[in-house]
């Protein structure tokens, strides 16, 4: 076999057989197969595609090359979520303890903000004390007696995964939606998961800007989950505009706590209610999904969900009274409020320039090593289809160095549109894959 | 500039401004852009293509990178041709000498055999004593005193271009038009030429197998030599089966020197005046096009083209006898007849099975560092369109030793397909372009 003929064949829109992607995953991790042409061979999956089948072995490729995370020793029906990324989505920190109230076990395996979408990781560590460096052995620990874990994506999960994203993010081949799909599925099935709820986000916030693509990628994920036994589901959902009205780290912890506690917004309720649900009618907790819904709902409304948030915060070292009194969060020392020019309706609020905003003044980063600030960041005061006057708050800037602030301003200004005629409403939840 | 953003661009089909060329091109041969960025690029150029306007800048820089040739102290109108490669395909020997007696100056850049395809260097060095390590004084001097030198492409011609194809030909990225027709163009106006005349081979026994393609890389290598102020004219001419009679590298010579005896096989004659005639008309030695033919033919007919290759050849240290006396060439010891299984019209000799044959032999080479056999090689009895008998002979296999013998046989049986109807006549010289 060699590595040419496999890039020509991939560059020609052939199929390659297991072997031939075993051999170029392997071959790449242990340093056979240099990057010169792993990068040719990506830039020609770029073009050509994947066939699910193809994409199927690359992901186990990808898990076979690391450690996984072994949670067979606690028993139990093992559900995680995985969202693609948006801006202002703290589903997860809403999802996870709503599921495990349920009674489902909840490895939740989270990353970290990169570009303009935040990450749970950094969200839940902007609570004082919070440790995110779990071992598998505490892992295990956490899942039985809380039912519910948040885990860090380490390199050891899927090293070759690793590998190919370094490379993939200086070769301009990341936007590929096959390559999407395996490396989201190899680190999420490294868990020893039995069941997976995706959130595939679409819209100017999100990855995936177009619907069909974001249908692509989901049937894709879904696909491969299938063909390694998992029990896997994905929604399509909105991203045109923030979720919820929070972006920021300990801001956003604010609303997940606030949504937990039934005095959340209502498009966050809502999506959260709807994941927590098909996790728990996969984790067969109920027999049917509207029962679940049911469920995911009840845990909400007699705090069951938020007494698990508790729990597991001070589990995994964090101040839980944080929670309740929100002066022990990381406060900001500036606010600067942003203005409509003209009265009219909020048509559209990209998401991308409030998250690049939000960034901007230290919430996120543009490279891996950047430290973010945990406190910073935006809260809107109006979503798309809402009425406001001439020089009626739009959103408010948080922030505790000044140097950014006007240019964060600007760029949260250009995301508004005011326009006379209200708007159509977006669906939230767009699509069930799967 | 960052060269990420570079791929990203050419692989989204966008046209890069020239100093984002030079960019790439000055950085990879540098060594600051790695290996792995520009094979991606590369593979994104095979995909996206490139426009002229890129393709010409590209040309211009790999030629910046090295050393040109310069013949400008000799005074007069400087033509070279060059084929893109074929079997059997000897007109180089023919064409150069043929140009010069009827007055042009021909620097002929030539290179080696390699896949099933062979080339000047080796043809010429099957000649007792012949160097082709000639310096530039001496190409000069040659050129000033013979009016023709046969020069050897070095390393040092267009470094960017050696680099970038060293990396083509492991990462499958060889076969993309834009980069062909620059990597030809940096190395042929290395030389400082006023005029080309090009070959572009269609057909099995040539690198580009469709017209279509054949036709839109004599384009772009005539646009790039255009914007170059270079005069530049294509023929495509047809390569479904070898030129002439002869494949191997001293049984080419043989038939060369026949053919400028005016004693040569009718395809390789017309096509050796036709390109003769356009490297004449180009270097203005005629003002018209069909009195460069009548000159071309006059030259051939009346043995001048003949007696300046044998100036040429003693002047580069070759013994001119053996171009008289064949035994003073490297002689095959062995021989074995293939013949027809059955009678009819030869309705296809597939070339490249018949370079594949000869290479397998030893007249070729599969990789740069291998010895090639100047002896041994295949002579076809018969051409397409020709009617035989069972069991007449279709070629002979000339050979020194025994090893490949009987496989190489196999394979010129599957390179004759023989049928019952007599097939169409096929043109040899197809298309003119520029």
């Known amino acids: 076999m060699r590595t040419v003929d496999l890039i020509q064949r991939k560059r020609d829109?052939?199929?390659?057989?297991?072997?031939?992607?075993?051999?170029?995953?392997?071959?790449?991790?242990?340093a056979e197969i240099p990057d010169y042409q792993m990068s040719a061979f990506l830039m020609a999956?770029?073009?050509?595609?994947?066939?699910?089948?193809?994409?199927?072995?690359?992901?186990?490729?990808?898990?076979?090359?690391?450690?996984?995370v072994d949670l067979s020793a606690v028993p139990g029906i093992k559900v995680d979520k995985h969202s693609t990324g948006g801006v202002g989505d703290k589903t997860s920190l809403i999802v996870a303890p709503?599921?495990?109230?349920?009674?489902?076990?909840?490895?939740?395996?989270?990353?970290?903000?990169?570009?303009?979408?935040?990450?749970?990781?950094?969200?839940?560590?902007?609570?004082?004390?919070?440790?995110?460096?779990?071992?598998?052995e505490e892992a295990r620990q956490l899942l039985s007696e809380v039912g519910l874990c948040f885990l860090s994506q380490t390199d050891r999960l899927a090293p070759a995964d690793g590998k190919l994203y370094a490379l993939r993010d200086v070769t301009a081949t990341v936007e590929s939606i096959p390559l999407i799909a395996s490396s989201i599925m190899s680190k999420k099935l490294g868990e020893g998961l039995d069941a997976l709820v995706l959130d595939v986000k679409v819209g100017s916030g999100a990855f995936m800007k177009k619907q069909v693509d974001a249908?692509?990628?989901?049937?894709?994920?879904?696909?491969?989950?299938?063909?390694?036994?998992?029990?896997?589901?994905?929604?399509?959902t909105d991203m045109s505009q923030p979720l919820g009205?929070?972006?920021?780290?300990?801001?956003?912890?604010?609303?997940?706590?606030?949504?937990?506690?039934?005095?959340g917004p209502n498009d966050l309720t809502k999506l959260s209610i709807e994941l927590a649900a098909r996790m728990i009618y996969l984790a067969r907790k109920t027999s049917s999904l509207d029962e679940a819904r049911r469920l995911a709902e009840e845990k909400l409304v007699d705090g069951s969900g938020y007494r698990k948030f508790k729990q597991a915060v001070a589990a995994q070292g964090g101040n839980p009274q944080a929670l309740d009194k929100f002066e022990l969060l990381p406060n900001a020392t500036g606010m600067r409020e942003v203005t409509s020019p003209r009265g009219g309706y909020v048509s559209t609020i990209e998401a991308e320039y409030i998250g690049a905003a939000s960034n901007m003044i230290g919430a996120g980063r543009d490279r891996k090593e950047d430290a973010i600030d945990p406190a910073v960041g935006i809260i809107l005061e109006v979503k798309v289809g809402e009425k406001v006057d001439a020089g009626s708050v739009l959103c408010r800037?948080?922030?505790?160095?000044?140097?950014?602030?006007?240019?964060?301003?600007?760029?949260?200004?250009?995301?508004?549109?005011?326009?006379?005629?209200?708007?159509?409403?977006?669906?939230?939840?767009?699509e069930v894959v799967g």
């Open 13 to 30: 829109g052939d199929e390659l057989a297991p072997e031939e992607i075993d051999y170029l995953v392997d071959g790449y991790t242990n």
């Open 45 to 68: 999956v770029y073009f050509s595609g994947m066939t699910d089948r193809e994409v199927s072995r690359l992901t186990e490729c990808m898990l076979r090359s690391g450690e996984t």
């Open 98 to 136: 709503l599921a495990a109230s349920a009674g489902v076990l909840v490895p939740m395996m989270s990353g970290r903000a990169l570009g303009h979408t935040g990450g749970t990781l950094d969200k839940l560590e902007s609570i004082p004390g919070f440790r995110t460096d779990i071992t598998p």
């Open 215 to 236: 249908r692509r990628l989901a049937q894709m994920m879904v696909g491969i989950g299938r063909r390694m036994d998992k029990r896997v589901q994905a929604l399509i």
């Open 245 to 263: 009205y929070a972006v920021g780290n300990a801001l956003e912890v604010m609303e997940a706590s606030q949504t937990l506690q039934n005095a």
């Open 397 to 430: 800037i948080y922030y505790t160095r000044e140097d950014h602030v006007e240019e964060a301003a600007e760029m949260v200004e250009d995301a508004f549109h005011i326009s006379a005629q209200k708007p159509e409403e977006r669906e939230l939840i767009l």
